[in-house]
């Protein structure tokens, strides 16, 4: 049974710092990975999705890495800014073509 | 272009009440799914369909929560009677096609339902 953890479950870092978010699954059989970034009363929106023959995604400020043999993958925000204050998920499509979803991780930026 | 629609936003309820959540999914998205979010947890899928048919409710509690979605366009979930176990949000989302490695799904705001 697929199993996505998250760690840590929450961080907090100053504005402008570079940081690394943690995403790790147990079953490598996966059709891709993907990260979500979910605002208190909203819903949850899609910022990168990694194929499972992909190593990497871009975009922006954004860069998600994919090591499927040893079931990683992290998130890495660069010059981080206060509107990134979010709770970031991931959620590796297995293979029922469901989403397994992690905890989260709650990332707070202080100005 | 319109994304999914949710309501009502929030719901208070006393325990073994009945409740009702209805989801408007992006107009030609076949696949809807509804999930259940607890506080501090990822989300949890109950009902996944497919037009109007249902693909999987393995985590559906079929004694209290059922699901329609009529003509395969909206969806309504309701809770009958509700625990306050059931207190969580309920995510509906939507995608164009699930069975390919590069499907998005994309998400209502949810409805956040508090069981006293």
């Known amino acids: 049974k697929q199993e996505v953890t998250q760690i840590p479950a929450a961080l907090s870092v100053p504005e402008g710092e570079n940081l690394v978010l943690n995403c790790s699954f147990t079953?490598?059989?996966?059709?891709?990975l993907q990260w979500f970034r979910q605002d208190p009363g909203k819903g949850l929106t899609s910022l990168l999705l990694?194929?499972?023959s992909q190593r990497e995604q871009t975009s922006g400020r954004l860069n998600a890495s994919l090591d499927k043999s040893s079931g990683r993958s992290t998130l890495y925000i660069a010059a981080s800014q206060p509107g990134d204050s979010a709770t970031y998920l991931c959620?590796?499509?297995?293979?029922?073509?469901?989403?397994?979803w992690g905890a989260g991780t709650k990332l707070i930026i202080k100005p | 272009e319109a994304g999914v629609a949710q309501s009502p936003r929030y719901k208070i309820i006393e325990k073994r009440q009945s409740v009702a959540f209805w989801c408007n999914p992006i107009s030609g998205h076949a696949t809807l799914y509804w999930y259940q979010q607890i506080l501090g947890q990822g989300p949890k899928l109950l009902i996944q369909?497919?037009?109007?048919?249902?693909?999987?409710d393995s985590q559906l509690p079929k004694d209290r929560f059922s699901a329609e979605r009529l003509k395969g366009v909206d969806s309504t979930l309701k809770i009958q009677p509700a625990k306050l176990e059931d207190s969580a949000v309920y995510l509906c989302?939507?995608?164009?096609?699930?069975?390919?490695?590069?499907?998005?799904?994309?998400f209502g705001a949810g409805t956040r339902l508090s069981v006293l």
């Open positions: 989302a939507s995608s164009l096609e699930p069975l390919i490695a590069k499907n998005i799904q994309y």
């Open positions: 079953d490598s059989a996966i059709y891709n």
């Open positions: 990694i194929q499972s």
């Open positions: 369909f497919q037009n109007n048919g249902v693909v999987d």
């Open positions: 959620a590796v499509n297995d293979s029922n073509y469901q989403l397994i």
